[in-house]
Each structure stands twice: as C-alpha cells, then as structure tokens.
C-alpha cells in the first residue's frame, strides 16, 4: 500500500487557502524611516509595526550593537550552557529582572520559544493548563507539546476560567493569559485572575509580549500596572522585539523558576544563545524605555487622538487603550479590500484574516508608534473615512 504524499497533500492545502483567498503573503521591505517604510518601491506610511516606543531605529541602540560587535563578534557561538552566555547576556538578564521586580530572569531566542520552554519544563503529561481563547498561539502550542490537558476560557471570563480550574482538582494547574491580546489590543483581568489562582492554588502565566514597554509607570508592563507581584504572577513572559525595538525574549521571576528552566526548559538549553551585540542593544532598550516617559506619554496622546477621531467618524474600532487599535470589518475580502485601498493613498494597515481570528472577524490591526506625529494620525483618519465611504454604503453592515 502506497502512503500518502506528504508534500502533496501540502500543495493541496495551500491551493485550498488561496481558493478562499486566505493566503499569506510576504512583503519584503527596503527601508525603514521612522514611521515611513519603503517597499516595492513606494513610501508608504506604516500602522502595523510592533515597534511601539519607536526605539527601532534610535541612533543609542544601532550605537551599542555597534560597539558590542566590535567587542565580540556577530554571533555567540554556543548555547548559553556551553560557552554561548556572554557578559552582555547576564548583564540584560539583571536589569530585566530589577525592571520587572523579578529576583531573576533567563533569555531566550523568541517570545515563542520562551513560552514552549516553560509549559514544557513546568507541566507534565495530563496536567491541566486553563487558557483565554485568545491566547497566542504559542501559549496554546506550549501546553500540547507538554501533553497537558487544556482547558480554554471565553475571552477574558474569569467566571468561566474558575470553572475550568474547579473541574480538575487533583493535580497541578496553570493558568496563562496574554497581558495584552495581541489581536484585540484589550487587556486581562489580571488581578481576577491572580486572585483566582490563589484561591485555587494554581499557578498564574502572563505573555507581556505587547504589554512591556507601554504600560505602568516606567513601562514594566500590564502586571506591574496592576500592582500585582512575583507572589501574584510566578511566570512572568515577555519580548524584546515590540516595544524595545530588538529581539528575543525573557521569562523571569524566582530564583526556583528559574533555575528550574535553565535545566528543563529544552527550547532554551538545545539553541544557540542570541548574539550578545544584540543583548547589549537590548540593555540600551531597557534604559530608555525606563527613562523617557515622553515615549508613552506620546504614544498615548496618539492613541487618544486616534479613536476619538475614530468614534467623531463613527469607524467600528474595537475597545482598546493599547497601541493596538483594531477596526472590525468582519468578512475578510472587506478587510483585504480595506488594506489595498489604504495601501493605494501611501498607508500600510495590515489586514487580519482567519485562521489568525475567528471567522466573520477579520480587521485591519493598526498599531501606533511614539514616532507617529499629529499629522500622521490625522493622515490615516482622512483616509478610513474616505474608505468608509467607499467601502460600507448607507445601511450595510459594519
């Protein structure tokens, strides 16, 4: 008996997406201006960069990288565990962990391979793991690759998340929700939740990913601005390539977790550290993210601006108080429609389309940055609601 193709059925499944006009497609862009980007060659405005603090292309960070390849070379050569962990890496580590009120903190390549690492060294087979139904997709894929038993909550639903818990009584728990969704742009209810894990006695994960850097006082994050603590949130997950404008990732908290990781959490031992030049840039991140408040202080007037400028045009924008600002269309040829329309008038608005969300929810997700100025917000408002015009006539269904 013949098996079946493995390629083949591959070939089939993508010809299946771009049928229904799902595909994915990749942009190759030449140049980055501040907010401006240029690809194919056009100018074009960008809303859709992580880049939340605008700290990217700031001269401080492209100087220390600089300085630090000098010093050591582009990459680490190792594994942190061999001879891959460089002074610049322990360096980050601590100021991470200071940053976050952590007792410590442990780097990893990618937000992505942080969270694998830690559901994988923390679960263990059959263990439950209660998630919110919107969360990243690698908080998902890190319970199934532990073998545990996951149990997903309505979005944001503390009522339905301690039925979750109660469920299963006999062994370990983990909770783990975004700080901030990264499709929605809202934020958990974190303190909710930290109390429901106590009460449980389960342990409580949040992926800051797009929550450093821009919320709390010197932007330690969406559990910090809770006030919440190592006590109230054990795993502590968050990126450096959004708001501090690198890349990588961090989990921090006890010196039990991580020491823990750093000898079960295969997705760290088994890769090539990051480049320590790109640890040093990071540092300089932390600093300023620290110290200029102005970032988030500008990033939060253009938030404002933004939606009320939004509500006055009467736009379906989702509830968000991020620098993730989501337009809901709905059908995605609407959405992808909406985003070539923009493109067309030199705005990039990336459109969002299942199976990244649910069906009947697709959107544009636009970002907003510290580097965007007045006129650039109000450059956008003109052009969605000459979009609307255009693209929801009187009566239709938004």
């Not at 006999?170 to 303190?191: E, K, N, Y």
């Not at 994960?205 to 709390?216: I, S």
């Amino acid at each position: 008996m013949q098996r079946p193709d493995l390629l083949e059925r591959l070939a089939v499944q993508t010809a299946e997406r771009t049928q229904a006009r799902l595909q994915r497609r990749l942009r190759t862009v030449d140049a980055y201006d501040g907010p401006y980007l240029e690809s194919n060659g056009r100018r074009l405005l960008a809303f859709c960069s992580n880049d939340y603090l605008g700290l990217a292309q700031d001269p401080r960070l492209i100087a220390a990288l600089k300085q630090a390849a000098d010093e050591t070379g582009v990459g680490s050569g190792s594994a942190h565990l061999i001879c891959g962990h460089r002074r610049q890496h322990a360096a980050l580590e601590e100021a991470l962990a200071e940053w976050t009120g952590r007792e410590r903190a442990l780097l990893f390549s990618t937000g992505y391979m942080a969270n694998l690492g830690v559901m994988q060294a923390l679960l263990k087979r059959g263990e439950l793991c209660v998630q919110d139904k919107l969360n990243h997709a690698c908080l998902l894929d890190g319970a199934q690759l532990a073998g545990a038993v996951l149990k997903r909550y309505p979005h944001a639903d503390v009522a339905a998340a301690a039925r979750q818990l109660c469920s299963e009584t006999d062994d370990s728990a983990l909770l783990a929700t975004d700080g901030v969704f990264s499709m929605d742009g809202d934020i958990a209810p974190l303190r909710e939740l930290a109390s429901l894990c106590a009460s449980e006695y389960a342990c409580l994960m949040v992926d800051d990913a797009h929550g450093l850097g821009v919320l709390g006082h010197d932007g330690a994050g969406s559990v910090a601005e809770d006030g919440l603590t190592e006590q109230d949130v054990p795993v502590l997950m968050a990126t450096l390539g959004k708001a501090l404008g690198c890349s990588g990732a961090f989990v921090a908290g006890s010196t039990t977790l991580i020491d823990g990781l750093t000898q079960f959490a295969r997705s760290y031992i088994y890769t090539t550290a990051m480049p320590p030049a790109l640890a040093a840039a990071a540092l300089c991140a932390v600093t300023l993210a620290r110290s200029e408040h102005w970032r988030r202080e500008k990033l939060n007037a253009s938030i404002r601006r933004f939606r009320h400028g939004a509500a006055q045009l009467g736009l379906p924008l989702m509830p968000s108080r991020t620098a993730i600002q989501p337009l809901m269309l709905g059908d995605a040829q609407r959405a992808l429609d909406a985003s070539c329309t923009l493109e067309a008038q030199g705005l990039l608005a990336v459109a969002i389309r299942p199976p990244t969300v649910p069906q009947g929810q697709a959107r544009l997700r636009i970002t907003l940055s510290a580097a965007h100025e007045e006129a650039h917000i109000d450059q956008l408002l003109e052009a969605l609601a000459s979009l609307r015009l255009e693209t929801f006539p009187a009566g239709a269904p938004v």
